[in-house]
């Protein structure tokens, strides 16, 4: 019966079969996680250039629209400032203008022509009694 009890554990038929199946799974395994390993940076790097590519693309939206705010408020600067010269030329032909001379210093310096008189009418505010 010390026989029996002592029972040898079963030795599997091909022992080097067997060595070589093992590792074959460890490199398989070991291969698994490095594919894993890899894809997982893979994964980050690529959510880390679309979250910089957002970030950059938003940064330029709001330039662009700064910029066409300035672009805008510009032409009409440009605009004011076109219309404020046409009306300064209009002022210098007419200064240029002997005519014009003559009724800008009537109204303004009460001159007259020799034997004109200038009468004053008091200014009407459009009230009525």
Same mark, same amino acid.
């Given at each position: 019966m010390t026989n029996n009890k002592q029972q040898k554990k079963p030795q599997p038929l091909h022992p080097e079969y067997v060595k070589k199946q093992q590792k074959k799974a460890r490199g398989e395994k070991k291969q698994f996680h490095i594919v894993r390993n890899r894809l997982a940076v893979m994964l980050g790097l690529f959510v880390v250039i679309i979250a910089t590519l957002g970030y950059s693309w938003h940064e330029q939206k709001q330039t662009l629209e700064q910029k066409e705010q !300035?672009?805008?408020?510009?032409? !009409?600067?440009l605009k004011d400032q076109k219309q404020q010269k046409e009306e300064l030329e209009n002022e210098i032909k007419q200064?240029?203008?002997d005519e014009y001379?003559? !009724?800008?210093?009537r109204e303004k310096l009460f001159l007259s022509k020799k034997g004109?008189?200038?009468f004053t009418l008091p200014k009407d505010d459009g009230k009525k009694d």
């Amino acid at each position: 019966m010390t026989n029996n009890k002592q029972q040898k554990k079963p030795q599997p038929l091909h022992p080097e079969y067997v060595k070589k199946q093992q590792k074959k799974a460890r490199g398989e395994k070991k291969q698994f996680h490095i594919v894993r390993n890899r894809l997982a940076v893979m994964l980050g790097l690529f959510v880390v250039i679309i979250a910089t590519l957002g970030y950059s693309w938003h940064e330029q939206k709001q330039t662009l629209e700064q910029k066409e705010q !300035q672009r805008v408020a510009v032409e !009409q600067e440009l605009k004011d400032q076109k219309q404020q010269k046409e009306e300064l030329e209009n002022e210098i032909k007419q200064l240029n203008d002997d005519e014009y001379i003559s !009724q800008l210093a009537r109204e303004k310096l009460f001159l007259s022509k020799k034997g004109e008189v200038i009468f004053t009418l008091p200014k009407d505010d459009g009230k009525k009694d």
